[in-house]
């Protein structure tokens, strides 16, 4: 009938803060990589893309127009913000033993 003395808390983290953490991290670390296999584009983001082309009887410059997705800064801003933002949620809320 002895009783044992009462263990302080675990100090370890909880199984879905860590797969949180990991998710913001890997969520930011995809958006830059998606960014940066783009073509580092600074600028907004585009829908179509100045192609400069050359008329092969005048030689003419002349510009058209491509259809593909080039992101901006403004993806990679934001795509980046909601990554650690996953990832800093973690570290606030009730931690119960």
Known sequence: MSSSPSLPPPTTIAAWRVLVRGAGILLALFIFCFW????????????????????????????????????????????????????SVTFFGRRSP
């Open 36 to 87: 940066a296999a783009k073509g580092y584009n600074r600028g907004w983001s585009q829908n179509q893309v100045p192609v400069k082309q050359v008329d092969p009887v005048t030689e003419l410059v002349y510009t058209t127009y491509e259809k593909r997705f080039v992101p901006g800064i403004e993806f990679l801003g934001a795509g980046i913000f909601f990554g650690l933002t996953l990832f």
